[in-house]
């Protein structure tokens, strides 16, 4: 009795409308019936243009009717509105018919409503089964048939609908259930579809493949009864099995990424217009380079950051081991020390002061006023080189460094190349080890790396190369931010000395067999391990560290393995480059590491070293093979009073402290 009442009276509507009594009453109160703009969900494309993932409330790509299978409106309209192109909007016919069925029924089983009126309920008005809400839908049914075509109202309605499975609209629906687009859609495969807006859940194939064959086949049925096919057709098709493309995973590749430039996008845009406003991203991201390195960390906890050097763009961030498990950005969010990761900014300031590759230090246990550091190996090598320092990640030589150069000095180097955690407490020796007051997040730390990597130009990480708008007008373009922050030869003859890391240091688990420098760091503790690497193509920063700061009994080399795994696996079949040379450079130049003159075969540590033009050594180590020389004898151990050297000629003089 109910439901011949609910359709009766909108039965007195329309005598109402078409006489104009009481029109205005009964209008709510909407937007975006100008032009029945839907909601679509922002398309996110990787640096090769393929789709990356989606930022959406409703899971919706809007297409023009004209990129739909014809078959998936005409089945449409034959078994939800027959009538469709006959009426103004509400089908008086259809609502007559509808309280014949309720009334033999004894319950409600047809509402009569138009594919208008569900347009309308859909876009303007809640789903709650009231008569006020009945009433302002047949209203505004009409208003949308006397301003749209009929053409209009279906394109609208087709890219609104759900038709389960998280999808909105044809398209997504066609791209879920057949992996292809909505042009491309068969007879069969259209009525399927056309089958499940009246129950996704209940005729999903991917549900009951049996209910969802029997839904398709009453639709089929129905084409035929109204005559859009025949009944070979219909036979034809319903023949023809199910073929899914089956469902993909829930989890999102470079979940974090997408986090990242959300951020970045509604800051710019408004959440609004970011998650329903049919933008299309075209970011930095590497789709082969995300992929290896979200298998980097494994069971570990920790972060991976991947940028190209030569212009900032990322191709790959990971915010930590499972993205489900946490959301937290790891590459941003977590500011821990970065161990000997920081000791390239020393060796940096003392190459901005002149000092030279085969620069000698003396590495032996040292007290200054009352810090006392001691090296990871608990071994002391002697008179080593600046180079070996670095390879060998010396602490004794880093400190030394250190005090020498000035540690304000290589404060300002790395405030300069973009680290912004430095604070006034960090001005002691303990920094030239990393043992910061803060420390560094991946993010920044790898952007200073750049500059190394980039002839002494730091470049700043960039996400998105382009946005566009819903009718592909550009709403912005990247645009690259560089900063000369070194010398080039500085950076070239860093980059020299840590390529001997991965070549005979403590980070040879990174050697990938091409050209690639880096630095291992390890905190006190084992509290966090890093790698930082590159090659003149990428780079490459990753931390390995529990969020609560209990070690994780892993040091940097091992960390640099896990950067050689994946380096090897992202850079196989690209050419090999050099890092370019600046013209004021020589390289090659052999050194032995315990001198620091040129090497000859009596040398056992020979490094190959570059030079700013003038200053490599012309001094020959004379000594002669160690299997020849004569038993040394014991060495005389200072008097109390004797200071030990620290440093050995060749080596330019130094300014006291």
Not at 310 to 325: D, L
């Amino acid at each position: 009795m109910r439901c011949w009442l609910i359709n009766g009276i909108i039965l007195i509507i329309i005598i109402s409308l078409s006489t104009g009594i009481g029109y205005a009453s009964f209008i709510p109160q909407v937007d975006g019936l100008e032009n029945l703009h839907l909601v679509a969900a922002t398309q996110v494309f990787d640096s090769k243009g393929q789709l990356l993932s989606k930022l959406f409330e409703e899971n919706r790509i809007v297409v023009s009717i004209t990129n739909i299978s014809p078959y998936v409106g005409q089945a449409i309209i034959a078994n939800e509105d027959s009538r469709f192109y006959d009426h103004i909007g509400i089908d008086p016919i259809g609502i007559i018919r509808a309280i014949v069925v309720n009334i033999r029924a004894g319950g409600l089983v047809e509402g009569g409503s138009t594919l208008t009126q569900q347009l309308a309920k859909n876009m303007f008005l809640t789903q709650e089964r009231t008569f006020t809400r009945k009433i302002k839908e047949a209203f505004l049914a009409i208003m949308i048939e006397r301003k749209f075509s009929k053409q209009e109202i279906l394109q609208a309605y087709l890219n609104q609908v759900y038709f389960g499975e998280g999808a909105y609209g044809v398209e997504t629906g066609a791209q879920v259930y057949f992996g292809k687009h909505a042009s491309e859609l068969t007879l069969a495969e259209s009525a399927l579809l056309a089958g499940l807006p009246r129950g996704p859940n209940i005729y999903s194939p991917y549900v009951d493949s049996k209910a969802a064959l029997e839904r398709r086949l009453a639709v089929l049925t129905g084409m035929v009864k109204h005559g859009y096919i025949t009944q070979e057709q219909a036979d034809k098709a319903q023949q023809q099995p199910i073929s899914l493309v089956g469902k993909k995973k829930r989890a999102v590749q470079a979940s974090y990424f997408l986090d990242y430039i959300a951020a970045e996008l509604v800051e710019r845009y408004g959440a609004n217009r970011v998650y329903k406003g049919g933008l299309k991203i075209y970011t930095t991201i590497d789709s082969n380079v995300q992929q290896e390195a979200e298998g980097v960390l494994g069971q570990y906890q920790g972060a991976v950051l991947a940028l190209d050097p030569r212009n900032g763009y990322i191709r790959a961030m990971v915010g930590g081991r499972n993205y489900e498990e946490s959301q937290l950005n790891r590459a941003l969010a977590e500011v821990r020390q970065p161990g000997s990761a920081f000791k390239p900014f020393v060796y940096a300031a003392a190459l901005n002061q002149g000092l030279t590759a085969n620069a000698m230090i003396i590495d032996q246990p040292v007290n200054i006023g009352g810090y006392a550091p001691q090296n990871y190996d608990k071994k002391y090598r002697g008179p080593i080189t600046l180079k070996k320092g670095i390879r060998w990640s010396v602490n004794i030589a880093a400190v030394k460094l250190g005090q020498q150069v000035g540690i304000n000095n290589i404060l300002e180097l790395a405030k300069s190349m973009g680290i912004t955690t430095l604070v006034e407490q960090d001005n002691n020796l303990s920094t030239a080890l990393g043992g910061l007051t803060q420390g560094v997040n991946l993010f920044e730390l790898s952007t200073a790396y750049t500059a190394f990597a980039n002839g002494g130009i730091m470049s700043k990480p960039v996400a998105i190369l382009k946005v566009v708008d819903e009718n592909d007008q550009v709403l912005e373009e990247a645009h690259l931010t560089q900063q000369s922050v070194l010398r080039a030869d500085v950076a070239y003859i860093l980059t020299n000395m840590m390529q001997g890391v991965i070549e005979d240091g403590t980070g040879t688990p990174a050697n990938i067999g091409r050209t690639a420098a880096g630095k291992t760091g390890t905190t006190d503790g084992y509290e966090t391990a890093w790698f930082m690497g590159y090659t003149p193509e990428l780079l490459v920063g990753i931390y390995v560290g529990n969020d609560n700061r209990t070690p994780v009994e892993i040091s940097g080399t091992q960390v640099a393995g896990m950067w050689g795994t994946m380096m090897s696996k992202v850079l196989r079949g690209i050419k090999p480059v050099e890092f370019l040379v600046p013209p004021n450079i020589v390289t090659n130049v052999p050194i032995c590491a315990d001198s620091g003159k040129l090497a000859t075969p009596g040398c056992q540590d020979v490094e190959y070293s570059a030079f700013i033009r003038g200053t490599q050594p012309t001094v020959t180590d004379t000594r002669i093979s160690p299997k020849l020389q004569p038993e040394k004898k014991a060495e005389v151990a200072p008097k109390k009073d004797e200071q030990p050297r620290w440093w050995k000629l060749p080596m330019p003089r130094l300014p006291s402290l």
